[in-house]
């Protein structure tokens, strides 16, 4: 900081100027801090190729634990007049899109990753959309 201090400051305001050019020297300044930093820092850390090779990681993926059992594979589709349907949990939330609604659909044997939006046409399931829409009661579909 500049020896005017804080008083001085108080009393007169800086004109823009002033003030660009105050902060351009602090910008310099700073600029010379960091190149001395990484020169320090450059000095104080070996190369890559003075080092030894580093140790293979220890880290192994968890099959399976007491706290997070397997989970079986996801059960498989049905057929529905010659079409593959696919259980729903829940239904999550509701959007609109276009003239049409989609609802965000839970799975049933898959995780939360696998959650997607799907039309209202393809939720074969009217119990869970009246379920949904009785927790919901401020969205109706179209």
Known sequence: ?????PASAATAPMSLEELLHRHEQMLVKLSGDVASLTQAFAQRIPLAEDQPPAAPPQVKPVLSSPLCPPSGPPPPAR???GQEVFNITRIMDSRRRGRGVQYLV???GYGPEERSWVPRSAVLA????????RRHPGFSPA
Do not use: C, K, T, Y
Not at 1 to 5: F, R, V, Y
Not at 126 to 133: C, D, I, M, Q, Y
């Open 1 to 5: 900081m500049d020896s005017a201090g």
């Open 79 to 81: 057929l529905v007049d």
């Open 106 to 108: 839970d799975w049933e």
């Open 126 to 133: 009217p119990g869970l959309l009246r379920e949904f829409h």
